[in-house]
């Protein structure tokens, strides 16, 4: 069973710009997280979609938004892109209790 | 604030010795508990977990053990191996398939 993919691996963008990053859920499953994973800080809850519908954020700025298709694949855009966004962004599916992630990508503003 | 702390920040064990790492939560609606262990460049990959009903729980040489008056739990790494080297990340969620609040993270070094 294929895991939990996410694109692309690396991203290298500059302030200000948006950047769109993209999650493949397990076969199934039909929750869709997202985690912010900065140095230093731990990983941070950022976003939830189950079934189509935003269920719940995290204590994120609005510039930080996303949605979650009819197959349950998931993108992250991060708008007005800051330094401090720098970071391993991670997505985890989920079918009811575990949450699986994916390797993530890693966005580098400069 | 929902916060999960976690200790101690690194650990160095020798090899074949029992690694232990120590987590206390506050929130006490949190009811289920996962230990996530992540290795440099990779995602975090979910090793085991518990709910407040049983005590402990072992799954080959990875037992956790579970304090609810004390509102802490812990895991326990027997027979450690160089292979075990990973950051290990407690976390805690209401209800499961909700967002889980992650402790800071324990950076394990088992040496030979």
Request: charged share 15%; glycine share 8%.
């Amino acid at each position: 069973e294929a895991g939990v993919t996410q694109s692309p691996t690396h991203l290298i963008k500059t302030r200000g710009q948006q950047a769109t990053l993209r999650c493949s859920p397990i076969s199934g499953h039909t929750s869709v997280y997202w985690y912010q994973q900065a140095l230093g800080l731990g990983l941070q809850f950022l976003l939830w979609y189950d079934e189509g519908e935003e269920r719940n954020r995290g204590n994120f700025p609005p510039r930080f938004s996303g949605r979650q298709f009819p197959n349950y694949s998931s993108e992250l855009n991060v708008n007005a892109l800051e330094l401090e966004d720098s970071a391993l962004y991670l997505c985890a599916s989920s079918e009811v209790n575990e949450q699986f992630f994916g390797p993530g990508t890693r966005l580098t503003v400069l | 604030q929902q916060q999960v702390k976690q200790s101690p920040q690194s650990l160095i064990v020798q090899k074949g010795g029992i690694s232990i790492i120590n987590c206390a939560y506050e929130n006490t609606a949190f009811d289920y508990f996962p230990w996530y262990q992540q290795f440099p460049g990779k995602g975090p990959a979910l090793l085991i977990a518990i709910r407040p009903d049983v005590s402990e729980k072992k799954e080959g040489r990875f037992t956790i053990s579970f304090n609810k008056s004390a509102k802490q739990f812990s895991l326990h790494i027997m027979d450690s191996q160089p292979g075990d080297s990973a950051t290990y990340f407690c976390a805690a969620s209401v209800s499961g398939n909700t967002p889980l609040v992650f402790g800071k993270g324990t950076r394990l070094s088992v040496i030979a």
